[in-house]
């Protein structure tokens, strides 16, 4: 890849997304031909936020490439509580790892950790910005359950605060997807975000019902309404459970949809919907894992040179 650091799918032309699904779908079917490739090769993780699949996902990538983790743990137990800066921890650590994984809760932060680190930086999610790994495997799985090629999708929920939509839109325009983009008129996207796919070329739209768009979909992403970034308690309240799938909301579908979810769900996908040819939101969050083996070993370059 041209890129050292990996911050916005912003970044990733159409080449760069190919050459990382490619290399992900050719481990996917060979894992035992990396099992040793960066058996040296030491990953960083800094979570200043929870995380469950993102931090895990990388953890097992960089052990099924043969190499190893070093976290820093909770922020709560890190030297983070004594005010140390995001710059000194990360200048630190870059000393002690091949590459970086940071989780943020200010946007902007991974931007930030780039210039002080020599090694490359992956952006895990910095506040509502961007979280460009999570799009290469919902670019995959989209690509493995409906194709990239001519694609209709459906983005239902917080699209202000959501990173994963972030990420996912720009990516998708690279690709000439139609989206379509539904939420309530207070979390529509950051009209920035909106500014630049339009300035890309995108086909988007914007809408306040799902019924509106859902027969004509491929794939309905569906996101979490992010409660830990607002401002006021009230306000969450007020959309919390406004979208909310289950089996028979979807019969209006076509029976080829695939509905996606980052995870974790509270409850805008009831789990009725598990059982149905509908769900891939599980085989997702396992495709983490052969992606972030690809862009590890993209980023981390041939260990034979
Ligand atoms: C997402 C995130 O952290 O932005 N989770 C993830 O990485 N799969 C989505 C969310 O928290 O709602």
């Not at 309404?225 to 909310?244: K, S, T």
């Amino acid at each position: 890849m041209r890129h050292d650091h990996l911050i916005t799918s912003k970044q990733l032309s159409r080449a760069d997304v190919e050459l990382v699904l490619d290399r992900a779908a050719e481990i996917d079917r060979e894992p035992g031909a990396v099992a040793d490739r960066h058996a040296d090769a030491l990953l960083g993780l800094l979570f200043f936020e929870p995380s469950t699949r993102t931090k895990l996902s990388f953890e097992t990538a960089m052990k099924r490439l043969g190499g190893d983790v070093v976290d820093m743990g909770a922020v709560e137990s890190s030297s983070v509580t004594k005010g140390e800066t995001l710059a000194d921890t990360v200048r630190v650590v870059e000393g002690y790892a091949d590459a970086l994984v940071l989780r943020h809760p200010r946007e902007g932060a991974a931007t930030m950790a780039s210039e002080f680190a020599d090694v490359p930086v992956v952006n895990a999610g910095d506040g509502a910005g961007h979280h460009p790994s999570q799009t290469l495997l919902d670019l995959y799985t989209i690509r493995e359950n409906a194709g990239l090629e001519g694609l209709t999708i459906g983005v239902v929920g917080d699209l202000k605060y959501g990173r994963t939509v972030h990420s996912l839109a720009y990516a998708l325009a690279e690709f000439g997807a139609q989206q379509h983009f539904v939420s309530p008129e207070s979390l529509r996207l950051p009209r920035e975000v909106v500014y630049d796919l339009h300035q890309e070329g995108a086909s988007i739209r914007e809408h306040e019902e799902l019924a509106d768009v859902l027969p004509s979909l491929d794939v309905l992403y569906v996101t979490r309404i992010q409660r830990e970034r607002f401002p006021d308690e009230a306000e969450y309240r007020e959309v919390a459970g406004r979208y909310r799938i289950d089996a028979e909301s979807l019969a209006a579908a076509d029976d080829g949809l695939t509905v996606m979810h980052p995870l974790p769900r509270v409850d805008e996908i009831a789990p009725d919907v598990d059982d149905t040819d509908h769900a891939a939101y599980f085989q997702q969050a396992h495709n983490g894992v052969p992606v972030r083996m690809a862009l590890l070993d993209l980023l981390l370059g041939d260990p034979d040179e």
